[in-house]
């Protein structure tokens, strides 16, 4: 029932910059906090940043902060991740991902989110 289509991964240079799609259906979007995770090769998933339900907050990771941006378009049902400048150490594969309960706070914890993206891999390199 509940569909996180995650997208427009790829090769992108160091100063250049890349935006992913999540693209929700099965759920209103508007009711659900959202989060980006990633995972590199033989580490652990970790939190990028976050959106509330409202969409009238986010969340990011310290390194991040600055340089990645979430946003959402509610009539395309569609979460984006904008990443500006991104660096070698970024590459991973991401993931979005939708919280378990309507209308909770955004939290960084994998636990609390039980509906995911496939992933979509994004390569920093020159």
């Not at 590459?91 to 209308?103: E, G, Q």
Request: glycine fraction near 12%.
């Amino acid at each position: 029932q509940v569909r996180l289509a995650d997208s427009g991964g790829g090769l992108v240079q160091p100063g250049g910059s890349l935006r992913l799609s999540c693209a929700v259906s099965g759920r209103t979007l508007s009711y659900f906090a959202t989060a980006w995770f990633r995972q590199a090769p033989g580490k652990e998933r970790e939190f990028v940043g976050g959106m509330s339900w409202t969409g009238r907050s986010t969340y990011y990771r310290d390194s991040v902060k600055g340089r990645f941006t979430i946003s959402r378009d509610l009539d395309q049902s569609t979460v984006y991740l904008q990443m500006n400048h991104p660096l070698p150490e970024n590459t991973a594969i991401y993931y979005c991902a939708l919280h378990d309960r309507r209308f909770a706070t955004i939290e960084t914890g994998i636990e609390h989110y039980n509906f995911w993206g496939q992933g979509t891999q994004v390569t920093v390199s020159s």
